[in-house]
Nanobody, 126 residues
Framework: QVQLVESGGGLVQAGDSLSVSCAAS????????MAWFRQAPGKEHEFVARINWSSGRTYYGEPVKGRFFISRDNARKTVYLQMNSLQPEDTAVYYCAADAGSSNLFYTQRNKYQYWGQGTQVTVSS
């Protein structure tokens, strides 16, 4: 099993930056990649970004390309999401997810991820 704990959410104003992090524990050696998803009120989960644990290669959802950046610290087993130029439409609960099944960089579907964190709220005011 892999446990994921997110932190760093909060309330910011439009145009601000914010970073959230996800600490992994347990059988992290089984994890190929980590990702961030988000869910706004009344909407489906949306893929945000993915990073392969070994190569560091990244892949982003269209709405955040050029504004959000995912990174990882292998020693700390932690993944980060740096969010810049935040807009009210970025308001959502942000979830960290781990893929222990494949290193395919382009997995954006929720069902490809076996482990999930509890989520952290990010609210952007206009």
């Amino acid at each position: 099993q892999v446990q994921l704990v997110e932190s760093g959410g909060g309330l910011v104003q439009a145009g601000d930056s914010l970073s959230v992090s996800c600490a992994a524990s347990g059988r992290t050696s089984s994890v190929y990649a980590m990702a961030w998803f988000r869910q706004a009120p009344g909407k489906e989960h949306e893929f945000v970004a993915r990073i392969n644990w070994s190569s560091g290669r990244t892949y982003y959802g269209e709405p955040v390309k050029g504004r959000f950046f995912i990174s990882r610290d292998n020693a700390r087993k932690t993944v980060y999401l740096q969010m810049n130029s935040l807009q009210p439409e970025d308001t959502a609960v942000y979830y960290c997810a781990a893929d222990a099944g494949s290193s395919n960089l382009f997995y954006t579907q929720r069902n490809k991820y076996q482990y999930w964190g509890q989520g952290t709220q990010v609210t952007v005011s206009s």
